[in-house]
Nanobody
Framework: QVQLQESGPGLVKPSQTLSLTCAVSGGSITSNDAYYSWIRQPPEKGLEWMGGINYSGFASYNPSLESRTSISRDTSQNQFTLQLSSVTPEDTGVYYC???????WGQGTQVTVSS
């Protein structure tokens, strides 16, 4: 059973870069056809797909966030990372990492952008 756990700072200052890591257990991030996504939910709004990375390391992004987003992976640690640059208070929300196709979600981590 694949399990995911997000980690990272809960508070980020405006204009800084947010960095979150998703540790994966119970399955390899290089397993054939595996695809992992980052999804966020701002307060009182719906879910937003930010981007993802596939089993071969190819990343794709939501066009609305692409200029500020980078997703990478560390196969030795079986984890992948989200970086979101130039954050503003509108980036506040709960951030989830997800294993697509298995409906496996991390518990989510709250990120607040505030000075």
């Amino acid at each position: 059973q694949v399990q995911l756990q997000e980690s990272g700072p809960g508070l980020v200052k405006p204009s800084q870069t947010l960095s979150l890591t998703c540790a994966v257990s119970g399955g390899s991030i290089t397993s054939n056809d595996a695809y992992y996504s980052w999804i966020r939910q701002p307060p009182e709004k719906g879910l937003e797909w930010m981007g993802g990375i596939n089993y071969s390391g190819f990343a794709s992004y939501n066009p609305s966030l692409e200029s500020r987003t980078s997703i990478s992976r560390d196969t030795s640690q079986n984890q992948f990372t989200l970086q979101l640059s130039s954050v503003t208070p509108e980036d506040t929300g709960v951030y989830y990492c997800v294993r697509d196709g298995l409906d496996a979600w991390g518990q989510g981590t709250q990120v607040t952008v505030s000075s």
